[in-house]
């Protein structure tokens, strides 16, 4: 059970509801609402007294300089929403929906928002009864926030546009009427809280994070099994080796690949005393997304847990603090990192792959890793249409590279003339972590048929597997059997992905020091 009370979340605690794996609730502790309507009560107060708070008695970004008259000043936030009901593109997933909705919610309960209680039991209900707006990913430039992909937000809880509910789309306020629940009207500044902020790419963040932390162990691991089935040395991976470069992230990936390759009194192929780069580098490659995350947590985390609308309402100090908290810099940042090192990996998996098809440097193993045998061999092409699909999407993967987050456009008549592409950045880690899995699943399955051609030839047994590469290799194995003559591997390979994806595969759980 995931409570929202103002106290710091993790990324897990926001992914945990994304996947539905964990209950929500709000807090109903007294102390918790007192803070939240010392909000809204300090804003009552200062309309009363005609006091000038940008968005609540003005107009929105530029037009902050036009006053509204008071009898109009309830009607501005569905203006608000209404307005940016411009989205385009494909819809946001019910994963990254829930996420969205969470990290909203999440930022809301700090109390420096200015919002009702109300509100928070609102966004508490659309997340506990699955009813999840209908978000298209496009329109956001990352500050003033993610202003247009939460107006659908925003729309929903005040009972308007659409929604997917029960697999369905439906129209919000049917839904509303089948649950018996009452469309909110928002009060002054509830319309910039929910939209003018980071939630939107601070969710997809959340979700990139876990799938990079997931991607780093299970490269390692492919790394492993492709060396095996290659033949290759594991004395690259020595424990003296790395101690003499101490990134502990590299010095962590050495020693996964230790518990998976036990160093024997010599090399395995005394032919050659050096592997190529893709395995003898691989601690290289993929430690740099181990020593990359303690760093984007933090980043990620202190945004999640951060009020990040504007203005910023003290309700206790009885400060209205105008300023650009929604600027998502820092998201843009991560995002913008972790699509480089994941297309990396990409990269590192994808050369991997080119060495096991290759009899020029698999060192034995059958032309394209193909099962067939005797006069079937000259028909059969085994995993050659793989590797060239591996290679698009990897090709694709580093293509997304390019930082979003130097992209700034100066919009909406120079008011918002710096901006941070923070939410195009996440999207864009995101496609390079789908295109990256894609590679992987390819990865898994030639390192899977790689390694059962050299049990076949009898140059390795199952007993000299460790039992967590021999568990899953029987797993694969369940999903995709040995190939032995040509069929079409799609089907295997999204049903790959998707174990992937759901993070089927228990991997290297003790994480502690190397």
């Known amino acids: 059970m995931v409570t929202f009370d103002g106290s710091p979340l993790q990324i897990e605690g926001i992914v945990a509801i994304a996947l539905n794996k964990d209950d929500m609730q709000l807090s109903a502790n007294t102390e918790f ?38 009898d109009l000043v309830g009607e501005l936030p569905k203006h608000l929403y209404t307005f940016h009901g411009c989205g385009m593109g494909a819809y946001l997933s019910p994963e990254m929906t829930r996420a969205v909705l969470a990290t909203r919610l999440a930022s809301l309960c700090r109390g420096y928002s200015g919002v009702s209680y109300a509100l928070l039991e609102q966004l ?19 500050a003033s926030g993610d202003l247009t992909p939460l107006s659908y937000v925003a729309a929903v809880l005040c009972g308007e546009r659409k929604v997917l509910y029960q697999g369905e789309i439906k129209e919000t306020h049917e839904v509303f ?14 319309g910039l809280a929910i939209m003018n902020g980071t939630a939107v790419m601070t969710g997809l963040a959340c979700m990139a994070y876990k799938r990079a932390d997931y991607l780093a162990k299970l490269a390692t691991r492919l790394t492993a099994i492709t060396t095996l089935a290659t033949d290759g040395n594991a004395h690259h991976f020595d424990d003296i080796l790395f101690q003499v470069k101490p990134h502990p992230g590299l010095q962590k990936v050495s020693s996964w690949l230790r518990q998976d390759l036990p160093v024997g009194e010599s090399p395995r192929n005394p032919k050659r005393l050096q592997d190529r780069y893709s395995l003898r580098c691989a601690p290289h490659v993929i430690g740099v997304m181990e020593d990359t995350a303690p760093w984007a947590r933090q ?21 209205v603090l105008h300023g650009g ?67 698009a999407w990897t090709a694709e993967a580093l293509k997304q590279t390019m930082p979003a987050s130097v992209f700034s456009r100066s919009t909406e008549c120079h008011n918002q003339d710096k901006v941070s592409m ?8 995101l496609r ?36 967590d590469i ?5 797993s694969v194995r369940d999903i995709s059997p040995f190939l032995n003559e040509d069929r079409a591997l799609d089907i295997e390979l999204h049903a790959i992905v998707k174990a992937i994806q759901d993070q089927i595969w228990v991997l290297y759980p003790e994480t502690g020091d190397a």
């Open 33 to 70: 609402r007192a803070r939240i309507d010392k909000g809204t009560e300090f804003l009552d107060r200062l309309l009363i007294e005609d006091g000038a708070i940008y968005g609540v008695t003005t107009g929105y970004g530029d037009s902050c300089t036009v006053n509204i008259p008071p």
């Open 325 to 391: 908290h929604f600027y998502g810099g820092h998201i843009a940042l991560v995002m913008d990192t972790l699509k480089n090192i994941i297309a990396n990996t990409a990269d590192l998996l994808d050369r991997q792959i080119a060495l096991m098809v290759d009899t020029k440097f698999n060192h034995g193993l059958p032309a394209n890793l193909s099962g067939a045998e005797g006069s079937r061999s000259v028909i059969n092409h085994g995993f050659k249409a793989v590797q060239i699909g591996s290679s």
């Open 124 to 142: 508490t209900l659309l997340l506990q009864h699955d009813i999840l707006p209908l978000i298209p990913e496009e329109g956001s430039v990352g």
């Open 470 to 474: 021999l568990s899953m290799f029987k």
């Open 422 to 429: 923070g939410t195009i950045a996440a999207r864009d880690c």
């Open 299 to 319: 980043l990620i985390e202190n945004e999640l847990n951060s009020a990040n609308d504007n203005p910023i309402i003290d309700g206790e100090g009885e400060h």
């Open 177 to 190: 009427k089948t649950l018996a629940i009452k469309a909110l009207v928002l009060r002054p500044k509830e």
């Open 432 to 467: 390079v972590l789908q295109l990256t899995e894609q590679v992987a699943s390819a990865a898994l399955l030639c390192a899977c048929q790689g390694l059962e051609l050299r049990i076949r030839q009898k140059e390795l047994s199952f007993e000299t597997l460790t039992p």
